[in-house]
């Protein structure tokens, strides 16, 4: 697992390393409980090559949430981080970047997801947060262990 803490105080990963993104977030102390699974997603829906411009200018879905977040799962409850992810200079590997403050708290209880047709390996679903739903898509469609793992404990597979 390789990361870094850039000068704002974000934390890059290199999520292509199983357990790469909860690695992170304790190491960097943003998290102080066990973390079960952590994983990254975006607000919206998989949608055709020519739906996906609608989608990157629509507003979010929810305010509960950034557009691209990062959801990390302990034991009680579920922490929200604002996350911005890409390839390095020179096109290299995909870099997550994790922001230092908590966006949003809720309690573990009252988080799930659902409509995983493919249940981990599912690239969209609904996010349940107390009576909001919200759909979300991966933030990378090919598949990353680290979100894989997060749909596993949500969706209840976990």
């Known amino acids: 697992m390789r990361r870094r803490a850039d000068r704002a105080g974000v934390a890059t990963v290199f999520s292509e390393t199983p357990g790469a993104v909860k690695f992170a977030l304790v190491d960097s102390g943003r998290v102080e409980a066990p973390v079960l699974a952590a994983g990254q997603l975006r607000q919206g829906s998989a949608t055709a090559a020519g739906a996906a411009m609608v989608e ?6 929810t305010k509960l949430l950034p557009r691209h977040f990062v959801l990390a799962v302990t034991e009680v409850e579920v922490i929200a ?5 890409g390839s390095t200079e020179g096109g290299g ?3 997550l970047r994790i922001a230092a403050e908590v966006a ?5 209880s009252q988080v799930r997801i659902t409509d995983l047709s493919d249940g981990d390996q599912s690239k969209s679903g609904t ?3 107390g009576a909001e739903a919200i759909p979300v898509v991966r933030a990378l469609l090919n598949g990353e262990r680290n979100t894989d793992e997060l749909l596993a404990v949500l969706g209840g597979d976990g």
Do not use: E, N, Q
Request: aromatic content about 14%.
């Open 81 to 85: 981080f604002r996350a911005t992810g």
């Open 56 to 61: 990157l200018v629509r507003p979010r879905r």
């Open 127 to 129: 996010l349940h947060i």
């Open 104 to 108: 949003a708290r809720f309690p573990r």
């Open 93 to 95: 590997a995909y870099a």
